[in-house]
């Protein structure tokens, strides 16, 4: 399977501990995103890369989530000190630079967080 | 702000029938918009986009449809099958940010 893969599927944690993510994109994509999901909303994005390069960063992004992207292959989103609103599916997307036949952000299945 | 907004929640449709869904944002710099399709517990996965420098994009049942002076598109799918049952997002981006935005969806049920 050559789709954006990502891991864990499923994290449940208690509050006030930290979590990572981590996403493969599609191997030729250079650009990569990362979206929050919650129920009854649409995507809402967090923060993008082109190649190892953090472009823009949402003002909704608090201090406690960081995330990185060395070598501009793979990438990780890490939520430190955890709370309960902080509950959402995250969605990571990849791209292509150039060539917008479609302009198309193939997503990844998601990696679902519950915080307790 | 929500700079791309859906504002039916959900539709119900007959199978066979047709399905229209609807999307208005307030960028004028937005200049693809594209539409996805969401099953629970899945990655929403693309159905079909269109350029700003077009009105109309169409792929087998699926068809959207750019109205720029109205900043609306809408998305028509015919004849709606009961395996087009999802939320369904539109989404818009600038090839200046390549920031997508997404809607806040729209449940399709189609009845068989």
């Known amino acids: 399977d050559t789709g954006v893969s990502q891991d864990p599927r499923h994290k449940i944690t208690k509050r006030g501990q930290n979590v990572t993510f981590r996403c493969d994109p599609i191997?030729?994509?250079?650009?990569l995103y990362w979206y929050r999901q919650t129920l009854g909303q649409g995507p809402e994005f967090l923060t993008y890369?082109?190649?190892?390069?953090?472009?823009?960063k949402s003002r909704l992004l608090s201090d406690r989530f960081s995330a990185e992207r060395p070598k501009g292959s793979f990438s990780t989103l890490e939520i430190q000190r955890t709370e309960q609103g902080d509950s959402a599916m995250y969605l990571c997307?990849?791209?292509?630079?150039?060539?917008?036949?479609?302009?198309?952000?193939?997503f990844g299945e998601g990696s679902r967080l519950t915080v307790l | 702000d929500q700079q791309v907004k859906q504002n039916s929640p959900s539709l119900s449709v007959q199978e066979g029938r047709i399905s229209i869904l609807n999307c208005d944002y307030t960028?004028?710099?937005?200049?693809?918009f594209l539409w996805y399709k969401k099953y629970p517990a899945e990655g929403p996965t693309f159905l079909i986009s269109i350029s700003s420098i077009k009105d109309k994009n169409e792929d087998g049942r699926f068809t959207v449809f750019l109205n720029k002076s109205a900043k609306h598109l809408s998305l028509h799918i015919v004849p709606s099958q009961p395996g087009d049952s999802a939320v369904y997002f539109c989404a818009a981006v600038s090839t200046g940010t390549y920031k997508y935005i997404f809607g806040t969806g729209t449940r399709l049920k189609v009845l068989a």
């Open positions: 191997s030729e994509h250079n650009r």
């Open positions: 997307a990849s791209s292509l630079d150039v060539g917008w036949s479609t302009g198309e952000l193939f």
């Open positions: 890369f082109q190649n190892e390069a953090q472009l823009e």
């Open positions: 960028n004028s710099m937005f200049d693809y």
